[in-house]
């Protein structure tokens, strides 16, 4: 997931809609929707492993965020291990 603003979006704006944004992540990742989360060095970028029931779930917790609609996000599905599954 990559924040990409407008240069042109006011500096109070932005710090607003920051602040919103790790306030609504802190309740994604309490709730364990966010289960990991990594960011990106020199960057406005993380990679993260979230936890939903299917794509339309997920679809709504990613654009919970209030910086969703300034984010290029890619998707990569992942299914649970058979090692992981038999206690290994």
Known sequence: MEIQLPPDL???EVRDLRGAEAERAKD???AGSIVRIWRIPGRTANVGVWSAADATELHELITSLPLAAWSDIDV???ARHYLEEAGA
């Open 28 to 30: 994604l990742l309490q």
């Open 76 to 78: 990569t599905p992942l």
């Open 10 to 12: 006011p500096e109070d």
